[in-house]
């Protein structure tokens, strides 16, 4: 070979070389700098709503276990990525309602939360109806939130009573710099709000000079109103045709709802295509992600083109889900050291309040949303375990009636070793609900109320109001002690006011909900190697004096408490007319979405925490049988019903077929005898009346000879014509 063609050759391997260089740099580059799969737009949103103090996460949850230090890493990234491959604007906006929930915020306390709160750097935030309800909590927010906010805690409708002083600010201009966005804030019209705050109507302030003048500045680029309220709240509308009245019909206006829960999202408002809608979830199981157009360019388009220019997506608040949305490899970590001093402030105010103790070891769990038939249902644990085992004492016949919204989340106890700790009993019952004695009321009307308190449904799993204790068992027994929560105490007297009833005591019993569900987990599901009694925890919240003092004689609601009661009557959610439909959802029927059913997205177990799986279901706890009604007894009930409903159809089927029977006869006679009624005057029955009376006369002369009929009536073909 000569050296030329040894030279070529050389020359060759070199191009190759360089060309397969060349495109794995080009597949590397474009694998490391993979964009985030979000609709991104001219003005981008992250959204909380709802998050009722989870700051925390929920760590027995693989797809919901970030926290507030991930959840801020995951915005610090995305705002970067904003900024510098997008060049717009990523705002940061919460729409209330951060008390109650965990440990962290009980009993309108909001002392040990607010750090953690004002530890992220919040472009917006508005009032939820949980802050307001309380004034201390208020005070606080007025000293410690909202100077570190710098002026973006907006509450367009909520004033100090005393000073008529808007709580926080009306609205504010956020200026990025890409973007400028008028940002309002309303919340929902409530009756129970603390007695320092006045919550001003809707329909009146839109109509005050401060809120056009904002809207006539025309100094933004579009228009975001955090509105806690339903998504589908007729409030809703109301401000947006006060502000669409005001504004260029192409303005982009984005509304961001909440306080149920849910996660919705509609790309029209009153057909009004370049408004929309998000809900964003509640109890920080969803981040919401909002985009949409800056003015100059949304009015360069119409109708049907401006959808594409809108953008929204729901993130589950896992960590998985959070690193791959950023596109993260997979040894690059999600937190960054801003993230992880927020996780650590987290666990360390929870330590402090010993939120983290282990209690119970339950080893599976129980769901709030399942059919009460289901054997995972919570509803079923507390009807058939907890209440009995707690509330009811051996030989008192004593029921429980207490609204489905008493209990706020699910009984979790797989993962993190299968323990329960202080933090999640306290977000299954995170009020301390005083329970209340009501009185001895008769068994018909305990059943009366069981059936108007709650509406009939096809698709509910879970009644109105749940009853405890086995009211169909003791058929000889003529009353009952009847005990309820204290928030369900007007719904309930409203109702036996309506039955005359007037033995109302209404005594606190010195019970409250949190603390009865903390000892019955605490001696049904005891941890291995773990002695009775041993394992007790007290929770920073508990006082006993104050309990003893609630129980003790003496303490029955005043004449004034009662007044109010009688006034306040049923909550504004139950319907005035009574509903006689007894709420019921048969055995064996459909129970409902069952947890651990249907398709899952599964998560590489190398993104949890240290969590450990699991263990394997383990059947429910058992308790005392003197308290629970026997297989038996249930048998025999079914039983008895199915005998009822057979007799009472047996009973229908004989009178239908009776009627129908008789009715032939019944015409048959009348039509014998002339009584059939006809619109014809010539005639009547079978037979025409001048030949029935022919033919009696025919008979009564003994029957000689044949009757002559009557010319007039002689058949067609016997008449001559002329």
Sequence with gaps: MTSRNRSRGMSSVKASLVSVLFLFNQWFFAYAYQPPPLPFGD????????????????????????DYGDFYSFYEKLKAYCHDKKQSDLWLLNNGNFLHGTGLAMEG??????????SIPWDGFSMGNHEAMYSAVLHDMRETLLPTLNGNYITSNVVWKATQEPFGERYQLLQGEFSTVLLFGFLYHMESSSETILVERIEDMVQQAWFLD????????????LAHMDHNDPLVNEIHS?????????????????????????????KDRFARNIQPGGQFDTVGFVSIPKFSNAQTKDAKEIGQEFGHDFLNTSKTVLHDTLSLRNDEPLLVPRGEEITQMIKETQHTLGLDQEVACPGKDYYRNVSMHHPDSLWRLWREHVAPTQMFQKGEDRLMLVSKESFQYDLRGSGQNDAMTLDDVIAIAPYMEKVIYIGVVPDWMVRRLNQTLN?????????????????ETYKTIEEFKLYTHESDVPAIVAKLQKYSYQGFQVTPTGKRSTIYWLDYVMSAFPCDGVKENEYKVIPYFYDPSELEEESSDGHAYSEDEMDEIDQSGAPENQHEEEDESKWTLPLGGYAGYVPGKGDKHKIPSSKYDSDESPAASISAPATNNAHHSSVSDKKKRIEERKKRQKAIVKGFALTIATALLLVPVVCGVMQLTGRWKDDDDDGIGLYDRDEVRSLRRHRRRGGKGAARPLKDMRPLGEIEIT
Excluded: C, W
């Design 43 to 66: 003005i981008n949103f992250l959204v909380l709503s709802d998050v009722h103090s989870f700051v925390g996460g929920h760590p027995h949850e693989p797809d919901r276990n970030a």
């Design 109 to 118: 306390n909001a002392t040990s939360l607010l750090p953690i709160i004002q």
């Design 214 to 225: 904002a809207l006539a500045a025309n100094d933004y680029d579009a228009i975001v109103v």
């Design 242 to 270: 006060n502000i669409r009245a005001h504004i260029d019909a192409k303005v982009p206006i984005q509304f961001i709802t909440g306080h149920t829960h849910k996660r919705r999202y509609t790309d029209q408002i009153q």
């Design 455 to 471: 509406t009939f449904s096809a698709h509910a799993m879970i009644p109105d109001f749940v009853l405890a204790g086995e009211i």
